[in-house]
Structure formats: C-alpha cells, structure tokens
C-alpha cells in the first residue's frame, strides 16, 4: 500500500512538474484542480490502510511476543516438574537442577532475544511507515501552496484584465 500512496505522490509530482507554465511567471503552472483533487482523494482514502498495516504489525509484534513468553514458561514449567520428579539430593538431583536452571536461563535469554528482535522490526517498520506517511504529507502541502499562489496569480491577473477593459 505504501508504494500506492508513493507512486500516486510521483503522479502529482509530474503533473506538477510537467505542467503548463502560468504567463510571465517562470515558477507558476496552471494544473487541472479535478486531477489534483481526486489524486489527494485517493492518497487520502490510503492512508488509513497504512496505519491500520503498522497497526496489524504492532498486533503481530505483540502475539510474537506472548507466544515466547508461553514457551518460555512451557520450559520452565517443564524444568521445574523434572527437579521435582528427583527424589533424593544425590548427585542425578543436583545435575537435574543444574538442568532445570539452565534450561529456564536459555529461555528467558531466548525470549529477551525475541523481544529485542521483535522491537527492532516492529520500530523498523512504523520507521518507515511514518517516513512515507511525512514524505506524502508534505509533498500534499507543497503542492497545495503551489497551487495557492498560482490561483492567486491568475486571479490577481484576471482583475488586472478586467480593470484594464474598463
């Protein structure tokens, strides 16, 4: 979606670009308003999709996350039931909580470990994400000054045609 919104920001872009220079002004451009109008419509109809996507991904991001928390205390579970199962205070029961703590300490680690990552690509993508939603902003913002002064331009023009057949 987010290469929709882009591609649809190039379009107003060469509109903009590729326009009709306006009369005695060399940075001015005449443009169809319908055109312009309906591309923001579209970019602006789009937008919610990309923000519900980021959403979906903080969603996923979090399923990921409770998943290795159950894991991980699946695996804990599991050491503690296999030190409790050793009776004596032998040798086997020592080695089997040797066992079960390191087994609990690899799956927290893990779990820290997918924690982390999964921030990382979560951060990565709502990076990204709100770059392309800034970038489509302020290329919206651009082209409605663009279009501001260049409005402006031809009314003020139109007047000074209408004050001169007077």
Same mark, same amino acid.
């Given at each position: ?18 326009? *009709? ?14 055109? $312009? ?12 999709? %990309?923000?519900q *996507? ?10 990921? $996350? ?22 004596s205070?032998? *040798? ?17 680690e893990?779990a820290?470990?997918?924690?982390? $990552?999964?921030?990382?690509?979560? %951060? ?6 709100? %770059?392309?939603i ?33």
């Open positions: 979606m987010a290469s929709d919104v882009l591609h649809l920001i190039d379009m107003l872009y060469e509109m903009i670009d590729e326009a *009709k220079g306006a009369t005695f002004s060399s940075d001015k451009c005449v443009i169809s308003r319908n055109e $312009v109008l309906d591309m923001l419509g579209e970019i602006r109809a789009q937008l919610p999709s %990309e923000l *996507k980021a959403q979906q991904l903080i969603r996923a991001r979090d399923d990921y $996350v409770e998943a290795a928390k159950r894991e991980a205390d699946g695996i804990r579970r599991k050491a503690e039931l296999e030190a409790r199962t050793i009776v205070e032998s *040798k086997i029961t020592q080695e089997a909580r040797e066992r079960g703590h390191e087994i609990v300490r690899q799956a927290q893990r820290r470990t997918m924690l982390q $990552v999964t921030n990382e690509y979560t %951060e990565d993508a709502l990076r990204r994400t709100e %770059e392309a800034e970038m489509a902003l302020a290329e919206m913002k651009e082209a409605r000054s663009r279009y501001r002064a260049a409005s402006s331009e031809r009314l003020q023009e139109a007047r000074r045609r209408m004050e001169s057949t007077e």
